[in-house]
């Protein structure tokens, strides 16, 4: 009996050792985490709810930034007193508000007053029920440093709305009183407002002291960017109608082109437009400040969706080759050409740059192309604009049947790159269609729709043998390592494949046979994601 009874006694004890242990290890883990200082938990943390990025796009916010991440920090918050002091800052920093027609969504935030110190960043997109209270909510969130106000107008293609939108362009008095109270905004996205209702406000440093980025479309009343205001990112989200009211052109330019730093033309997405207004140069070069262009503070310069390669108009050749060539005296050192429009058309016309003087000044250039293509031109042009259909979808077909196919070829951007003999950093994004084979063991074709793991050996053989040569071949064809003396990497990226290859120049590389040696490209590559 004694033996048995130690027995048990034994097994309770080792029983309850064993609970012990595991309690002390969960405690180690959860200590080792408590003990990572509050900014790398906040970083971490980050993760789960990205600030806004000031360049979203057009019309709709990418969906990460309305669900991924949001309830694991609030499981988070919920965990301890600590975190919670930590992670809430993070949780409510950015808020998105696609409002339904009761308002739902800004009832809760007006009656949360833990949290209005916290937002920093607001996409808002109102209901079509806009009203004078709509924006009543705004001026609690006193901290705001960034606005976006997403109210679509109603002539926007019904792929990108899904309300029955009213189509107001004009900012009504109650929206730019809201405005008058956000002392800390720095940044403010208005692309669908022609003009403001109140004629006393301004974006001047007296009722916006803080505003120095700016978004916007349609805008008629340039009056309402006085000299003294301080804005010096701009983006301007040019109308798809090709004739534009010079008093626009040169309103934009005087008002919000003085003392810009950074400017993006942006083409709205869904028309098809692919060429700058007709104007643009002609009004440029009579505007007061073009004279002293030499000091003028521009440092970088972007087209998003416009095509820098092609117009399907003879007479707009020159457009693009004629606006760059008034900014060759200028301090550009950044240039971007992104979401490029791959058209696949033979009727199209090459633009001319024989008569552009070359940008010395810029030394970074992004040349991205869009994944989405069109296969048609979307427009009234005549003739012109009509569609080789047979090349086209022929050409397509046998494109889309390669893992790796040119959307442009070297010969297309070789007269592009040219306007930029000092360029130091050279970023090729998407110049490829990139086909990926799907997960599986047999030998079928596939079609790429579900790109591989990137932990397998078929997606390391896909990068190694496939991505790899066609990156090199496409840098050899530009022969960037000989014409570009300044230039030290090129970044040769594609989004579809989920991969980048980074050439560096080497001084010297391996000799060979009957020469010295030689300068070669390093290459680096990496995954996207």
Known sequence: MSEVKSSRADGGNSTRNTDQSSTRQDDVGQAHFLRLPDELIAAISRFYNPPIPFELGHFTLPSRYMREGRDELRSMAATCRRLAR?????????????????????????SAKDIHTYVRELYWQPSYLYNDMSPVFLPIAENLTYLVLAFLPQNVPDEFISDDYAGLTTLRTSFTNALRHLKHLEALEIPFWESREDPTFTFSTDIMPSLKHVSIGDWQQWDAFEVEHKIDVVKWLIHPDLDFDENIIRGFFEHLGRQT?????????????????????????????????RQHPL??????????????????????????????????????????????????????????E???????????????????DHGDGGEDFEEDDDASESHAKQGEAQPMSERVTADDLEPLLALFPNVVN???????????????????????????????DAYEAFARDTFLPAARAFVDQLRLFERFTELGQV??????????????????????????????????LRRLY
Do not use: C
């Not at 730093?261 to 007061?288: H, K, M, Y």
């Not at 950044?334 to 001319?352: Q, T, W």
């Not at 810029?362 to 869009?370: D, G, M």
């Open 426 to 456: 050279l970023s090729l994004a998407n110049i490829h269609r990139a086909t990926q084979p799907t997960p599986s063991t047999d030998d079928d074709e596939h079609d790429g729709q579900h790109p591989l793991p990137l932990d397998s």
């Open 86 to 110: 930590v992670v809430r800052p993070l949780l409510y920093r950015t808020l998105v508000f696609v409002d339904d027609k009761r308002r739902t969504r800004t009832v809760h935030f007006y």
């Open 261 to 293: 730093r950074v400017l993006q033309f942006a083409a709205q997405s869904g028309w098809g437009r692919t060429d700058l207004p007709q104007g643009l140069t002609e009004n440029l070069r009579q505007i007061s400040w073009y004279k002293d262009i």
């Open 491 to 524: 970044v040769f990226r594609s989004a579809e494949a989920r991969l980048a290859v980074r050439f560096r120049r080497e001084e010297a590389g391996p000799a060979g046979e009957g020469q010295g040696e030689r300068p070669r490209w390093h290459e680096e």
């Open 358 to 376: 070359p940008m010395l000044k810029v030394t970074t250039v992004q040349i991205a192309l869009a994944l989405d293509e069109d296969t048609k």
């Open 299 to 356: 440092d970088s310069f972007t087209l998003h969706g416009f095509n820098p390669l092609t117009s399907h108009k003879r007479e707009w050749a020159r457009l693009l080759p004629s606006f760059l060539s008034l900014l060759t005296a200028s301090n550009v050192r950044n240039m971007a050409f992104i979401d490029v429009p791959s058209l696949r058309n033979a009727r199209r016309h090459r633009f001319n740059w024989s008569g552009t």
